[in-house]
């Protein structure tokens, strides 16, 4: 999740005809949807909530970062970011800052 931001937003955007998406996010939470090619399906996830995505096809699964408007004036501008899958982690990675004095970064971490 975005730090500092009350709510997450994702979205599913299918490659094939009926793939069938499960979601689980948080505890016992599990939403399974089928979709077809270039349907998309958005959720939303409050606080530090994680979510596990599982699909029978190809996925692109987006985080949106919206900004501090809808974010009840929290931080934020807004963002897309590209949530890789498990299998494309990487180990390293570089960031150039520019001159501005604070800079963030969102740094997906694996939990196991």
Do not use: K
């Not at 793939?19 to 689980?24: C, K, L, S, Y």
């Not at 948080?26 to 949807?33: A, L, Q, R, Y």
């Not at 987006?62 to 974010?71: E, P, W």
């Amino acid at each position: 999740p975005h730090s500092g931001r009350v709510a997450q937003n994702y979205r599913i955007i299918a490659y094939r005809n009926n793939t069938i998406i499960v979601r689980n996010c948080g505890i016992n939470t599990i939403d399974n949807s089928t979709l077809h090619e270039d349907q998309w399906l958005e959720f939303y996830t409050f606080g530090n909530m994680y979510c596990s995505i599982v699909s029978t096809n190809p996925i692109y699964v987006a985080q949106l970062g919206v900004s501090t408007a809808y974010n009840e004036g929290n931080y934020g501008d807004p963002s897309i970011n590209t949530v890789a899958p498990v299998e494309q982690y990487i180990n390293s990675i570089q960031y150039t800052t520019f001159t501005e004095t604070v800079s963030y970064f969102s740094v997906v971490i694996p939990n196991d």
